[in-house]
């Protein structure tokens, strides 16, 4: 029963907004910044509409694929899309009420995440695609506190970048027969094995190195962050059953609740 349940949030990207909404609560609070609670609701509703938007497309593009994702996507389209419609119209209004330097952002984050939608395709054709995806998450979270707080932190994007553009590399590559099969482009199916699998050391040994640069509370979340995706990593057949890699990789974007307060 909780499986299904917790298959059903994956489905509808629930835990990716959880993890994202966690995750700017996180930085908020080491910033020492309160952007108010208007701000993650709507970062939380940006984020599902274009994951759900995405998802749906890709459903619709894809009419013979067995993925459960986009199974569900398809039987349910037009329930998804009013869902949408809803959760647009009740966060639209919140847009009145954020700092005018975080809403003039956010509306820069959401062209690029428009762009990123019309033209998806060709970035898949250039392996692009999940580093622009990392690129913009990592903006979409750390933008906030950065903003408010006047503070621009280097190395602490560089680590947040690294750790989203790892996630998906490791997705792209436990899923790679099936992106194959079904004609998916992804950064596995275009990149050599070998190769994928040595900028996955890379950015696991560099995201260490960056992170042991300080024992700060943000750069111990990135140790222990790292350190799992080594694991999975090394660990991968374990995990592959039942989207476990999935759970798990998607779990370290929850952990900074743990952090949070310490």
């Known amino acids: 029963m909780f499986f299904r349940v917790y298959r ?95 809403l003039v952002g956010g509306i820069l984050l959401s062209t690029f995440s ?36 006047g503070t621009f932190d280097l190395i602490l994007f560089l680590l947040l970048f690294q750790l989203t553009f790892l ?14 099969r079904e004609g998916f482009r992804s950064i596995a199916t275009q990149m050599e094995a070998d190769k994928l699998e040595k900028l996955m050391f890379t950015l696991v040994s560099l995201g260490l190195a960056l992170s042991l640069l300080s024992f700060e509370i943000t750069h111990i979340y990135f140790i222990v962050g790292f350190t799992i995706y080594a694991s999975l990593i090394h660990l991968s057949k374990r995990f592959r059953r039942n989207y476990l890699y999935r759970a798990i990789g998607d779990g370290v974007f929850l952990l900074p609740i743990v952090f949070e307060w310490i």
């Not at 080491?30 to 274009?50: K, Y």
């Not at 998906?168 to 027969?177: A, D």
């Open 8 to 102: 059903l949030a994956q489905i509808l990207s629930l835990d990716i907004v959880i993890g994202v909404v966690i995750l700017l609560r996180f930085f908020c609070v080491q910033f020492r910044v309160n952007p108010g609670w208007e701000v993650f609701v709507l970062l939380g509703a940006a984020v599902w509409l274009i994951y759900t938007f995405d998802h749906l497309r890709d459903a619709e593009n894809s009419p013979n694929s067995a993925r459960e994702r986009y199974v569900f996507h398809r039987k349910y389209k037009k329930m998804l899309i009013v869902a949408s419609a809803v959760v647009l119209l009740i966060s639209a209004p919140l847009i009145f009420f954020v700092p005018i330097t975080v």
């Open 114 to 149: 428009i762009l990123y939608l019309l033209i998806q395709r060709k970035l898949s054709r250039l392996l692009f695609k999940e580093l622009y995806v990392a690129l913009v998450y990592s903006a979409g979270v750390l933008l906030v506190p950065i903003v408010l707080s």
């Open 167 to 180: 996630n998906l590399i490791i997705f792209s590559w436990f899923e790679k027969e099936e992106d194959l």
